[in-house]
């Protein structure tokens, strides 16, 4: 786990070309209050509407969040919904000299129709979808201009994504131009391939990435088990001549397998499923980052499968970032419970926390021997926000502070009690004497510390508060303390040498 999360923190910004079938995909958000006395249907409320790229605009739209240089190629109409489209593609700060104008075809655009039924406490459904689209082969003029573009710029990249979904720009010719000038330029090629029988138009490709059903359309084999998954995809090696290919298994991850006969399936993380729409897009989008930054495939794989568990957890097409990657790394390294993090992790977990808009509280201490008064402070600090991240004392700075002889607790068993708690979101030492750095670089919306520092001053309270963070003090419970805990302990202890000496 420690090797992937130090590959998304260093993909840097590999240059990517995706080739492929430009969308608009338009949501329409609403209310469903009752059915229609026209028809068994429900009748939308409109609430909101928005807009988003699709098909290959959805992969551009995840490779840049991602912080990929992208090159995209494709068409669009010479129309409101193309013109929208190239807008939003602009404003994502890249080079769209390869988007093509097709005056002979509407842009395709896929609306949805989001309902939910607040009374009921129902969550969001997509219960239409109404495309407009013309799924022609592009013209021989239109596909010289791509060819032109690929020719320039598919040597100045670092690996080729190709996502096809079948609505006539990715012809047999263009494919065969696309694949002999990745081999010319020594480039690797992925492709989201289309649901049709007949694949041979990627002979030669490095690697596909087919799901289940295409899967199964395309080799006439029925996806039940390890063996049919092996027969499969070593069907479409051999076929196609391929290096890799991963077939995406739905609830049960990724199969990768090698052109040397090894296959492995990839399991997912179980989660809640809200929407499916966007997770292949995502899954190519990953392999084009990793692979392309000089990464494996089995490690591609890996990041694919958190990246689409992910992707599925949302609503419509919104792409991953790296610091929910990041976040879901570090979740399933389950490190002491999972809710102990190094600095670096947390740094990237609260980024997320912040997109949500939560307010993230601080505390920090020795808790050297758990005890009431802990607890309660601690659950008086997550009141005051929506999440509560504990900085701890590492050992060596509690000796330095307390002496020799403490702690008692080591810092393990101290991290994994804290964890234990309900009240505590996150775990995080430190080994200086005070948390100043700590609280710098997590920059917490409220910092909480105990009433008896009120005049002692509170390490960080300027800080917190130059950036319109505040400084809670919190009551405590009357003599209760580690070290009078440790003075009755020793107390009873001699009580008892002394009884024992008595009867002896």
């Known amino acids: 786990m420690d090797k992937l999360f130090h590959i998304v923190s260093n993909l840097g910004s590999p240059k990517i070309m995706v080739i492929g079938d430009l969308m608009l995909d338009k949501y329409v958000w609403g209310e469903v209050r009752r059915i229609s006395q026209e028809a068994p249907i429900p009748i939308i409320n409109v609430s909101t509407e928005d807009v988003r790229p699709g098909g290959a605009g959805s992969v551009i739209a995840n490779l840049k969040l991602l912080g990929a240089e992208v090159f995209a190629c494709g068409v669009i109409g010479d129309d409101l919904h193309g013109n929208v489209l190239l807008q939003i593609l602009k404003k994502m700060n890249f080079d769209v000299a390869g988007i093509v104008v097709d005056k002979s075809r509407p842009t395709t655009m896929k609306m949805r129709l989001m309902g939910h039924l607040q009374t009921a406490g129902k969550g969001i459904q997509q219960l239409l979808r109404v495309d407009y689209e013309k799924n022609h082969h592009i013209s021989k003029e239109v596909e010289q201009q791509l060819n032109i573009y690929l020719n320039e710029k598919i040597k100045e990249c670092d690996i080729v994504l190709v996502s096809d979904m079948n609505k006539g720009l990715l012809s047999d010719s263009l494919l065969k131009t696309i694949i002999n000038l990745c081999r010319e330029h020594k480039k690797a090629i992925i492709v989201d391939p289309k649901l049709v029988s007949d694949y041979s138009c990627y002979k030669g490709v490095t690697a596909i990435t087919p799901n289940r059903y295409e899967t199964e359309c395309a080799t006439g084999i029925k996806i039940t088990d390890n063996n049919s998954l092996h027969r499969a995809a070593s069907k479409f090696v051999s076929d ?253 202890h001699t009580q008892s040498e002394s009884l024992q000496d008595a009867v002896n």
Not at 332 to 354: D, P, Y
């Open 240 to 492: 196609l001549a391929l290096e890799h290919c991963i077939i995406t298994i739905d609830k049960e991850g990724m199969f990768l397998y090698h052109k040397n006969g090894e296959g492995k399936v990839f399991p997912t993380t179980p989660r809640a499923v809200h929407d499916v729409t966007g997770a292949g897009d995502m899954v190519l989008s990953m392999f084009g980052m990793v692979v392309g930054k000089g990464y494996s495939f089995e490690e591609a794989t890996l990041l694919a499968n958190i990246a689409a568990g992910i992707e599925v957890g949302k609503i419509g097409v919104v792409p991953v970032s790296k610091e929910e990657i990041l976040n879901e790394l570090a979740f399933q390294n389950n490190q002491k419970s999972g809710k102990v993090k190094t600095l670096e992790m947390l740094e990237n977990i609260l980024k997320e926390h912040r997109r949500k808009n939560d307010t993230i509280v601080f505390t920090n201490g020795c808790f050297d021997i758990l005890h009431v008064g802990h607890i309660e402070y601690l659950k008086f600090a997550r009141k005051q926000g929506d999440l509560l991240v504990v900085g701890l004392n590492a050992d060596s700075s509690i000796r330095k502070l307390k002496g020799p002889n403490r702690p008692i607790v080591s810092e393990d068993e101290r991290a994994r009690m804290l964890a234990a708690l309900e009240d505590v979101t996150y775990v995080v030492l430190f080994d200086e004497l005070t948390p100043m750095n700590i609280i710098q670089s997590l920059r917490p919306d409220v910092l909480v510390k105990g009433e008896d520092w009120k005049d002692a001053g509170v390490v960080g309270q300027e800080f917190v508060e130059s950036y319109g963070g505040k400084v809670v003090l919190a009551p405590l419970v009357a003599g209760i303390s580690t070290t009078n805990i440790v003075s009755r302990i020793i107390k009873k």
